[in-house]
């Protein structure tokens, strides 16, 4: 075994002497993403230990967890993915972390960035799932890049408890902000005259989403934002005056998340920042805490609705998809204010993205209040299914209406 100092394997010591044939680990994603950690597991700790199971939320930072399928790892993503290696875990993020904490998902290690806090580890950038699997894991490995910001962070983590450490300085990726396009534009127009002042809201991902920051600030509106991930948009929002309405949750802070990503200047933005708090999927994602915010409302994006209001993916996607935080905003907007969803009328083919039915969905229609193409707002809420038909195919691209309406006619 490896030297211990303070409680601690030594920097000298390796995660070979930590993993075992059959483990099964969790590696913090996106910017928190522990590079040089990875890096090792997927080198030499891959080469001489077996049938190694990964979950990470959302893969594709770096590339080295695809690199562990390659070796005949095996990877999970609860936000699915388009890799062919990575196999989507159906669960919501609630969920996975209760599964973690009761047991029911098995971690034997996890392994995640942090920001020193003294005797504690603040998880610094992605918390979500990091603190329910740090207390059940059987061995913690930390590193510490000096490049992450200084995040307020709920809970921090006791160092004591930690099995290896390392220190890191590498560039942290960046996500550019979408570019707003015409329908993009007139999507975030339409979806920010449904959100009132004084409402809490959820922001997902999707390029169709783009155009929702710009339009909240040009009508002025004063909310907060309690999100499963923030990036560029949440800054302008707040830069602008916008997200300025504390949480009681949070103490003085306007935006609550779980994960950030974003540019380099985003980053720096972050730093020390009393407007943001990030906390773990117990907070984050709890559709109880979040139905009971001031007017929360979820806007999210999809790659398919039916006209029905279920969200789904397109058919070639169906094995890759995943669920990640949308379940657990969803329900906590449609019992709350509002539980939005916003999609581009066509997809790059030009096929519709509304679609008579679909076979594999990821969220049921009755968690759906409105749906938001660049052509106008579905009103879902209270509507009949023949109503919701109407509703969805005004909504379509003009081009697909005619079939639309053919396919859903009552027979």
């Known amino acids: 075994m490896a030297a211990r100092a303070g409680g601690r394997l030594s920097m000298a010591g390796g995660l070979t002497e930590l993993v075992h ?32 199971e990964l979950i990470q939320v959302t893969t594709g930072s770096s590339g080295l967890v695809r690199q562990a399928a390659a070796a005949g790892h095996r990877v999970l993503s609860p936000a699915g993915g388009h890799e062919p290696e990575v196999a989507a875990l159906p669960s ?30 603040a998880p610094a950038l992605c918390v979500d799932i990091v603190p329910a699997a740090f207390e059940v894991a059987r061995f913690r490995a930390v590193e510490y890049n000096r490049r992450l910001p200084d995040l307020r962070v709920r809970p921090l983590l006791p160092r004591s408890a930690c099995d290896l450490e390392r220190r890191s300085e590498h560039p942290l990726p960046e996500l550019a902000p979408a570019p707003v396009g015409p329908a993009a534009k007139a999507i975030g127009e339409y979806v920010a005259d449904l959100i009132p002042d004084g409402a809490a809201i959820e922001v997902g991902v999707g390029r169709s989403l783009a155009g929702l920051a710009p339009a909240l ?36 802070a306007s935006v609550v998340t779980a994960t950030a990503m974003g540019t380099a200047e985003f980053y720096r933005w972050l730093h020390r920042n009393d407007d943001i708090l990030a906390v773990d999927s117990y907070h984050a994602h709890d559709p109880a805490h979040l139905a009971a915010l001031p007017r929360f ?17 397109a058919r070639r996607d169906a094995a890759r998809r995943g669920i990640g935080g949308l379940l657990d905003f969803s329900v906590a907007g449609s019992y709350a204010g509002g539980s939005i969803i916003a999609v581009e009328s066509v997809d790059g083919r030009g096929d519709s993205r509304i679609v008579a039915s679909l076979a594999d969905v990821q969220l049921p229609s009755q968690l759906v209040t409105h749906v938001v193409t660049e052509h106008g707002v579905a009103r879902l809420a209270g509507r009949t299914w023949e109503q919701r038909c109407r509703e969805m195919t005004a909504v379509a691209h003009p081009d697909h209406r005619a079939e639309l309406r053919r396919a859903t006619e009552p027979r």
């Open 21 to 52: 044939d059959g483990d099964r680990l969790l590696i913090g994603t996106g910017a928190a993403e522990p590079r040089d950690l990875l890096a090792e597991l997927v080198g030499e700790t891959a080469r001489e230990r077996r049938n190694l």
């Open 92 to 121: 919501s993020m609630m969920q996975l972390a209760r599964d973690i904490t009761s047991g029911a998902l098995r971690i034997d290690g996890v392994l995640f960035s942090g920001v020193e806090a003294g005797d504690d580890v």
């Open 217 to 252: 600030i040009e009508r002025g509106r004063r909310l907060s934002v309690h999100s499963g991930l923030i990036s560029d948009w949440t800054r302008s929002l707040v830069e602008e005056g916008v997200a300025d309405r504390p949480l009681d949750c949070a103490g003085a």
């Open 297 to 313: 409302i979820a806007v999210n994006a999809a790659s398919r609705v039916d006209c029905s209001g279920q969200v789904g993916v």
